[in-house]
């Protein structure tokens, strides 16, 4: 049973488990101030075989909703070092679920070389486009041709965030509310993660409130394709709520734009473009056993290390990153 199983009874949604949680967290000293008590949920680990992180969390309600809707291609964007994409093509393929990728050209690296090449060898279908505008005007006639082959496609946005995918991470802010609990884990005071497509904080956000937690949601926005700033976020949030009230649940709580603090301070000059703070942190993390990637998990970190003391009480990263 799930958490939100646990907590409103009988839903109509359903759940396919992909992953095992909960996912471990701990003490992190020596990564960032002394000033800050800092610990880590590792999303890392969580998720069957190679891939973990936070893509899986939303698949595991995705996928049986697709089943639900009779579709039987998952279609959805991201940059061409897309770790959604990926993580789509490969649990998708094996629930019987084809994938069509669109793809927008972002800053190149060497972990972006190999994501496009794991893509490549993934089964999806991959079209490419050199920015959002050319993809946008291309996302019909791809639909259309799914149809027109006798594939129903369900249309994803980037990194799944929609409210289907976000009751991912209300589950894991359950999950947290558990471990703190438990005894795990004090209660923080902030959860820090990396703002991509916005339904990881819109689900934790949405999740602390339920769970009747103080924690606030703080968002290291990563990605300037459209607007991420805490109404948007929130505004996702409060959807998720209501698709739980039409599957069933009763009496779920709203979220408002003062409940989570969304910066872009850290983003860089791009999405997908690493800055110097967030390799730096990659490199450091990597000296505690912890592996990281500079577009997100990095980015995350440095914005816990140049807040500091400004951060009061524990506050709780979140490693959101998929390959292991």
């Not at 000033?35 to 939303?58: A, H, I, P, T, Y």
């Not at 923080?188 to 497509?197: C, H, L, T, Y």
């Not at 000296?287 to 290390?305: D, I, M, Q, R, S």
Request: hydrophobic letters at 40%; charged letters at 20%.
């Amino acid at each position: 049973m799930t958490h939100l199983a646990d907590r409103f009874g009988s839903l109509r949604l359903e759940h396919v488990a992909l992953g095992s949680g909960p996912t471990p967290v701990r003490r992190l000293d020596g990564l960032v101030g002394a000033d800050v008590e800092l610990w880590v949920k590792d999303e890392s680990r969580f998720g069957d075989g190679g891939w973990g992180g936070n893509k899986v969390r939303k698949l595991e309600w995705i996928i049986p909703e697709a089943g639900r809707r009779r579709a039987s291609t998952l279609f959805t964007v991201g940059g061409i070092g897309t770790h959604w994409g990926l993580a789509c093509a490969l649990y998708g393929a094996e629930h019987g679920l084809r994938t069509v990728l669109g793809l927008v050209d972002q800053p190149v690296d060497d972990h972006v070389r190999e994501q496009l090449g794991r893509l490549e060898r993934s089964g999806a279908q991959l079209h490419r486009y050199p920015d959002v505008r050319r993809l946008k005007l291309a996302a019909p006639w791809l639909i259309a041709r799914n149809i027109r082959a006798g594939r129903l496609p369900w249309y994803l946005p980037a990194g799944g965030s929609n409210p289907v995918g976000t009751l991912g991470y209300v589950e894991t802010a359950l999950e947290i509310a558990g471990q703190v609990e438990a005894g795990l884990l004090p209660e923080p005071a902030s959860v820090v993660a990396p703002i991509g497509s916005g339904g990881t904080a819109a689900g934790l956000a949405l999740g602390f409130r339920i769970a009747g937690l103080r924690t606030r949601v703080l968002g290291a926005v990563v990605n300037d394709a459209f607007p991420l700033d805490a109404p948007v976020i929130a505004a996702l949030a409060n959807r998720t709520a209501d698709l739980l009230e039409q599957r069933g649940a009763r009496g779920v709580p709203r979220v408002t734009a003062e409940d989570l603090t969304t910066r872009d301070d850290w983003l860089g000059s791009t999405y997908g473009d690493p800055t110097p703070a967030s390799t730096a942190m990659v490199e450091r993390a990597a000296g505690l056993g912890l592996e990281l990637e500079p577009v997100y998990t990095g980015k995350a970190l440095a914005a816990v290390e140049d807040l500091g003391a400004g951060l009061a009480g524990p506050v709780l990263w979140l490693n959101t990153h998929g390959p292991r």
